[in-house]
C-alpha cells in the first residue's frame, strides 16, 4: 500500500501561483510514476501531468502546459505540482497519484494505483 498526502489548496487570485507538495509513504517511492490530476464540479478527473520514476521525463496536459510544472524529490518521497500563471478555468480539486504499471498511458485515471485525498484550489477572477 501506498499513502499519498497533498498540501492544503487555496484561494488564489488569478495570475497568481501555487505549488502543491505529495508526500507518499508505504512504499519505495522511485518505483512508481507519479502524476496530477484534477477533478471540477459535475466534470470528469481530468490528467494535469505525470512524471517518470527517476524523474527525466515528464508529461503535461496541453491546458497547463507552459504554466505547470512537475517535479519529485525521491529522497523526500515527494512529488511537487508548481502553478503559475494561474486562470478562473483551473479551479478544481487536485488529487496525486501513483502508478507502478509499466505502461506508457500516464494520462488515463484507471492506470493508477494509489491516490491521495484531493485538495481544494480556487483561482478568483
Known amino acids: 500500500q501506498v499513502q499519498l498526502v497533498e498540501s492544503e489548496g487555496g484561494l488564489v487570485q488569478a495570475g497568481g501561483s501555487l505549488r502543491l507538495s505529495c508526500v507518499a509513504s508505504g512504499r519505495t517511492f522511485s518505483n512508481y510514476v507519479m502524476g496530477w490530476f484534477r477533478q471540477a464540479p459535475g466534470k470528469d478527473r481530468d490528467f494535469v501531468a505525470a512524471i517518470s520514476r527517476i524523474g527525466f521525463n515528464t508529461y503535461y496536459a496541453d491546458s497547463v502546459k507552459g504554466r505547470f510544472t512537475i517535479s519529485r524529490d525521491n529522497a523526500k518521497s515527494t512529488v511537487y505540482l508548481q502553478m503559475n500563471s494561474l486562470k478562473p478555468e483551473d479551479t478544481a480539486v487536485y488529487y496525486c497519484?501513483?502508478?507502478?504499471?509499466?505502461?506508457?498511458?500516464?494520462?488515463?485515471?484507471?492506470?493508477?494505483?494509489?491516490w491521495g485525498q484531493g485538495t481544494q484550489v480556487t483561482v478568483a477572477s
Open positions: 497519484a501513483a502508478k507502478y504499471k509499466s505502461s506508457s498511458d500516464y494520462y488515463t485515471p484507471t492506470e493508477y494505483d494509489y
